[in-house]
């Protein structure tokens, strides 16, 4: 099993151009759009509203509105300064087909600028996973009960659930992992529970935060965790003791 380091890294905040860039095109990339009336809208869970609204004072433009009859909000840029100043910042780095196609033809042909490059490869050494997750994954502890098994097998869980599988199936290459299809809701989605693909999915978040607050601290309890198992002490009743009080932890934040 391959460890991590023990003392977790200070959270980054991503203050350079760059890497606030590649942040914001993967929350974008994960729940936003380019709306036909040449809008950029970011799409938020009631619970991270607070993020929204950090976001909307280090970008100093947009409003935050409720969507109606909905647990969410939206960030709305439609002045013309604020959508030029984000365009210039995730120009490039873009990686999702349909918003690629949506900045080129709703944003660039409204506002006179260049084409965002016109390319799925995810560059993994950048905040864009992170702005991705923040915007559409989830982790949680969960534990497996087996009948030849003593005591429930403790599993740590990353997911995404999308649409469609075009940058999911770059996850699951890089993070090991499994991607599936729900019939019902016509989506796909990708996890993995093994110890390798949250060690590697750990070790990125190290090297580059999460920014909203709900998903940093699913993390940091999530790293704990993988620190038990890392020195078996989910093997004793104290680590065993441990790990509910993480997984009773990530309950109660739901």
């Not at 935050?64 to 995730?90: C, F, H, Q, T, Y």
């Not at 198992?229 to 003791?241: A, E, F, K, P, Y």
């Amino acid at each position: 099993m391959k460890k991590l380091k023990i003392h977790r890294p200070t959270k980054k905040i991503y203050s350079t151009d760059n890497d606030l860039g590649y942040y914001l095109a993967g929350l974008i990339d994960g729940d936003g759009h380019f709306s036909t009336q040449g809008q950029i809208v970011v799409s938020f869970n009631q619970r991270d509203i607070r993020h929204a609204f950090k976001l909307r004072s280090q970008i100093g433009y947009g409003k935050i509105r409720p969507v109606k009859d909905k647990a969410a909000a939206n960030w709305i840029i439609s002045n013309r300064e604020g959508i030029l100043k984000v365009m210039k910042l995730i120009h490039n780095k873009i990686r999702h087909p349909d918003k690629i196609k949506q900045f080129n033809h709703r944003l660039c042909n409204k506002y006179k600028f260049e084409f965002t490059e016109n390319s799925s490869e995810i560059n993994w050494e950048s905040p864009w996973f992170s702005g991705f997750f923040d915007a559409d994954g989830y982790l949680r502890i969960y534990n497996v009960i087996k009948k030849e098994r003593l005591h429930p097998e403790t599993r740590l869980l990353a997911q995404i659930d999308q649409k469609n599988d075009i940058l999911l199936k770059q996850f699951k290459e890089n993070f090991g992992g499994y991607l599936g299809y729900r019939e019902k809701q016509n989506t796909y989605y990708y996890s993995t529970t093994s110890y390798k693909g949250m060690y590697l999915l750990l070790k990125y978040f190290d090297c580059y935060s999460l920014q909203c607050d709900y998903h940093y601290l699913r993390y940091t309890v999530l790293r704990k965790a993988y620190l038990l198992v890392q020195n078996s002490m989910h093997l004793t009743d104290i680590g065993r003791q441990k790990i509910r009080n993480l997984d009773k932890t990530l309950k109660d934040m739901r």
